[in-house]
């Protein structure tokens, strides 16, 4: 049942990600120029998904365990430290230069899309190369 919910799930994730235009590179850098062509069709879709997470964040604060039976556990650290402004900045700076982040990536990839297999390929280097640095 919990890999039924997790297809389900990662399935319409993709196609909200598709449908709405987050998938697609010049759609999202044309929301992230706002001093060009500035396109704000992305900001209707991030209030939808807000509101749609702050409801299911207000929801699951109420119960013990999943839907599945799991229990139920929210992260406790709440710290503003250099490692978070520093991975921030370098998501958005990534994000602004190439229009990609980590779940749209994930959707061009499996349409055989060029610019999904780099921006993946390159992630997973990075991550590695995060990992190398903080263990020496």
């Known amino acids: 049942m919990k890999l039924i919910i997790a297809f389900a799930s ?3 994730f993709g196609l ?12 999202v ?3 992230l120029d706002p001093f060009g062509d500035w396109n704000p069709a992305l900001l209707w879709v991030m209030v939808g998904a807000l ?6 964040v207000f929801i699951a604060r109420r119960r013990d365990k999943t839907l599945t039976g799991d229990p139920l556990n929210f992260p406790k650290n709440s710290k503003i430290n250099k490692d978070l402004i520093l991975g921030g900045l370098i998501f ?3 994000w602004g230069l ?13 349409r055989g899309m060029w610019e999904g297999i780099i921006f993946v390929i390159a992630m997973l280097v990075g991550m590695r190369l995060v990992t190398f640095f903080k263990n020496r």
């Open 10 to 12: 990662g399935l319409l």
């Open 51 to 56: 509101l749609i997470s702050f409801l299911g």
């Open 98 to 110: 190439v229009g990609i982040c980590p779940a749209p990536a994930l959707v061009l990839l499996g």
């Open 92 to 94: 958005g700076i990534g």
């Open 29 to 31: 850098q044309g929301f």
């Open 16 to 27: 909200g990600l598709l449908y709405s235009g987050m998938a697609d590179p010049a759609v």
